[in-house]
C-alpha cells in the first residue's frame, strides 16, 4: 500500500511537471529497451524521401519530431511515472514516425487540448497531432487530416450502479459531460436534444465531474472510456459505439507534401505489421482479440 502511494505520488508530481507544457523522450534506464522492441519493424524512410526545403527535412535537422498529444491518456498517450516515457498507441505511433524521418524514435510531447490543437498546427508549435483527432469535414477546413489511422466511436459512460441510462436517446433532459470541441458534442445533440451539455477541456477533468455528480453520464470515444473504466472501477461504460469515428494525423493545413510523406509511412506501417504490434502493445491489453484491420488511408471526408 505504500508503495503504491508512493507511485502515485511519483505520477502526479511528473504530470504536474509536464502539464506546463512540453516533455521529450529521455533516456532512461530498461525504457529505451522497451521502446526500441515494440518499434523493432517501424521503417526509416529512403534519403530520397526526405525533400530539400520540405518539412521533413526541417525535422530531420532538428533531431525531434514535435507531437501535440496528451501526457494522461490511458493505453494512448500517458507518462509512465517509473521511466518518464509517455507510452500509449497514439505516443508510440509518434514515435514511430520520428524514427521514419530522423532515423531514431525522438519526440517532444507538447501537452495539447481538444480546443487548442488547430492553433498549436497552424502557428508552427507541433509539427503533427496524434490525439484521438476525429477526422471531420469542419476541421478539415483548419488543419489537413493524413489517416485515418483508427476507427473507434462514441459511447458512454456512467457512476457505477447508476441506472436509467442504456442508449443515447436516454440523456434527453439530463446533464451531460463532454470534452470541449470534440465530436460528442455534436452527437449528444443529434440523439439528444434536450440535455444540458456541460464541457471540459480534457478527459481526466470530464471524469472528475462525473465522479462529483456534476453530470448523470459522459459521453467520449470508446477507446479511452475503456482504459479509464480499467483504471477506475467506480465507472462503468453502459453503451456499445453509436457513432463512427476515425482517428487522423492533424498535420498544418495546406502542407501536401507532408500530407503525402505521412500516407507513405503509414503504409509502411501497416504493411509491415509495426502498427498491428503497437496496437497489440498498448490497446490490445484490454482488447481481446487480434489487432483490428486498419481502416483504409483516404477513405473519409476530410482525409
Not at 89 to 106: N, T, V
Not at 211 to 221: E, H, L, M, P, S
Request: aromatic share 6%; charged share 20%; glycine share 10%.
Amino acid at each position: 500500500m505504500v508503495m503504491k502511494r508512493l507511485v502515485a505520488v511519483v505520477a502526479v508530481s511528473l504530470l504536474g511537471l509536464a502539464a506546463c507544457g512540453e516533455t521529450s523522450s529521455p533516456a532512461v534506464p530498461g525504457g529505451e529497451a522497451k521502446k526500441d522492441d515494440v518499434l523493432a519493424q517501424a521503417p526509416v524512410a529512403a534519403a530520397a524521401d526526405i525533400l530539400p526545403g520540405s518539412t521533413m527535412e526541417k525535422i530531420k535537422q532538428r533531431g525531434e519530431l514535435i507531437v501535440g498529444g496528451s501526457l494522461d491518456a490511458p493505453l494512448l498517450s500517458q507518462q509512465n511515472p517509473a521511466t518518464g516515457q509517455v507510452e500509449g498507441f497514439d505516443a508510440d505511433l509518434g514515435k514511430a514516425l520520428a524514427k521514419y524521418i530522423i532515423g531514431q524514435p525522438k519526440v517532444k510531447i507538447v501537452n495539447s487540448a481538444s480546443e487548442t490543437r488547430e492553433a498549436l498546427l497552424a502557428n508552427g508549435t507541433v509539427d503533427v497531432v496524434f490525439q484521438t483527432y476525429t477526422i471531420t469535414p469542419e476541421r478539415a477546413k483548419q488543419v489537413a487530416f493524413a489517416g485515418p489511422y483508427y476507427t473507434s466511436g462514441l459511447t458512454i459512460a456512467v457512476k457505477k450502479g447508476a441506472t436509467g441510462i442504456a442508449k443515447p436517446e436516454d440523456l434527453n433532459g439530463k446533464k451531460v459531460l463532454a470534452g470541449a470541441n470534440t465530436p460528442a458534442i455534436p452527437a449528444i445533440k443529434k440523439f439528444a436534444p434536450q440535455a444540458e451539455i456541460i464541457t471540459f477541456g480534457s478527459d481526466p477533468e470530464c471524469l472528475q465531474a462525473l465522479k462529483q455528480d456534476r453530470g448523470v453520464a459522459y459521453v467520449q470515444d470508446e477507446t479511452l472510456l475503456i482504459a479509464d473504466a480499467k483504471k477506475d472501477p467506480s465507472i462503468q461504460i453502459v453503451t456499445k459505439p453509436f457513432t463512427v469515428d476515425p482517428y487522423g494525423i492533424g498535420l498544418k493545413h495546406g502542407d501536401d507534401q507532408f500530407k503525402t510523406f505521412t500516407n507513405a509511412w503509414l503504409k509502411k506501417m501497416q504493411d509491415a505489421g509495426a502498427w498491428q504490434k503497437i496496437w497489440k502493445s498498448s490497446i490490445g491489453t484490454v482488447v481481446v482479440g487480434e489487432a483490428p484491420q486498419p481502416p483504409q488511408i483516404g477513405s473519409v471526408p476530410g482525409s
